[in-house]
């Protein structure tokens, strides 16, 4: 014969409300207790369903620029609402003003209040790239992007 299982709440007089699992047997009705985990009535978390959040990053610069991002593998994810330095310095490499131009021209940077404003997520080929774009200068590595402490 089949083993249904059940539930059963019971109030106990110092726990109060508890619930009890149980299994009967359809032939001899008789009532045996489960662990609920182990006979797959309470299903627990699987590892693989937890999402790791990015650590998320932030630099910041005395002409302006202010942004957060994050590494997506080898590279990095500037988030919306970063806000670039709106000039950029004399020694900043010509690849980060053209790519400054060319997120201007798609739109992805607008000015705003002496800076500008990131309207979507962008993606740049390392962190590095995205600082000296985002601060509008140049600089050595990506020892600029800081973590919480």
Not at 1 to 7: H, L, P, S
Not at 98 to 112: N, S
């Amino acid at each position: 014969m089949t083993k249904t299982q059940f539930v059963k709440r019971i109030t106990h007089p110092d726990y109060g409300e508890l619930y009890q699992f149980y299994e009967v047997d359809g032939a001899t009705l008789e009532e045996t207790s489960l662990d609920p985990f182990e006979a797959g009535l309470l299903l627990m978390a699987e590892e693989e369903e937890v999402e790791v959040l990015p650590e998320i990053l932030k630099i910041s610069s005395r002409r302006g620029a202010d942004a957060s991002g994050y590494f997506a593998g080898e590279q990095f994810v500037v988030r919306k609402g970063s806000k670039f330095a709106a000039s950029t310095s004399a020694k900043c490499p010509k690849n980060y003003v053209k790519l400054r131009e060319k997120l201007v021209l798609e739109g992805l940077l607008i000015p705003l209040h002496n800076q500008l404003f990131l309207l979507e997520d962008y993606t740049f080929e390392n962190p590095v790239i995205a600082m000296g774009t985002v601060i509008g200068g140049w600089c050595k590595g990506p020892h600029g992007w800081k973590g919480k402490k």
